[in-house]
């Protein structure tokens, strides 16, 4: 009987690790590697993007601005589901300040109809760039995480939660540094 059960628990195991995909090759499960803390204020690397839209995307365009950045998965549930929160809290609560900006970053690499679908699907109103992944790893984050970067570039909160769990403390930060 142990022997039984021990096979269908190993039969179990292995269908859930095999299932790490969907049909689009999107990740269904959280990256492995875990967020790395923040360490006396890392510099922000440079990126250069494309939005859904055909805009470039780069951090050099945000010099001198206090900057969110919030990565997701095209179709990520929770990333769906915080988005217009997200929306809301920090680009329509913030977006007349002058020295503050917010962009969403697609680390799941999606094609552009799918960024624009998650955006329709959202209500986010901010710029959404495509590809993202390799960004994602030189931020040293996932998707569905918010990082907030500095008016002197440098990464001053990198979430180690999903977004909802840390969205209350990264508008009290934006508040702070826009006061």
């Given at each position: 009987?142990?022997?039984?059960?021990?096979?269908?628990?190993?039969?179990?195991?292995?269908?859930?690790?095999?299932?790490?995909?969907?049909?689009?090759?999107?990740?269904?499960?959280?990256?492995?590697?875990?967020?790395?803390?923040?360490?006396?204020?890392?510099?922000?690397?440079?990126?250069?993007?494309?939005?859904?839209?055909?805009?470039?995307?780069?951090?050099?365009?945000?010099?001198?601005?206090?900057?969110?950045?919030?990565?997701?998965?095209?179709?990520?549930?929770?990333?769906?589901?915080?988005?217009?929160?997200?929306?809301?809290?920090?680009?329509?609560?913030?977006?007349?300040?002058?020295?503050?900006?917010?962009?969403?970053?697609?680390?799941?690499?999606?094609?552009?109809?799918?960024?624009?679908?998650?955006?329709?699907?959202?209500?986010?109103?901010?710029?959404?760039?495509?590809?993202?992944?390799?960004?994602?790893?030189?931020?040293?984050?996932?998707?569905?995480?918010?990082?907030?970067?500095?008016?002197?570039?440098?990464?001053?909160?990198?979430?180690?939660?999903?977004?909802?769990?840390?969205?209350?403390?990264?508008?009290a930060l934006v508040t702070d540094l826009l006061d």
């Open positions: 009987m142990n022997r039984l059960v021990l096979f269908f628990f190993s039969i179990l195991l292995l269908g859930l690790i095999s299932c790490s995909s969907d049909e689009e090759g999107t990740p269904t499960t959280p990256d492995p590697t875990p967020d790395k803390p923040i360490t006396n204020a890392d510099p922000a690397p440079d990126f250069d993007l494309i939005t859904f839209d055909d805009f470039p995307l780069r951090m050099s365009d945000y010099q001198e601005q206090n900057l969110v950045i919030f990565f997701f998965g095209n179709s990520c549930p929770p990333c769906q589901a915080v988005g217009p929160d997200i929306e809301s809290q920090l680009n329509e609560a913030f977006k007349e300040k002058e020295n503050y900006s917010i962009i969403g970053i697609d680390q799941w690499d999606g094609n552009a109809a799918s960024v624009e679908a998650f955006r329709d699907r959202t209500g986010i109103n901010f710029p959404l760039g495509l590809m993202g992944s390799g960004v994602a790893r030189q931020f040293g984050t996932t998707y569905d995480r918010l990082v907030v970067v500095n008016a002197e570039a440098n990464i001053i909160y990198r979430g180690n939660s999903i977004a909802a769990n840390n969205l209350d403390e990264v508008v």
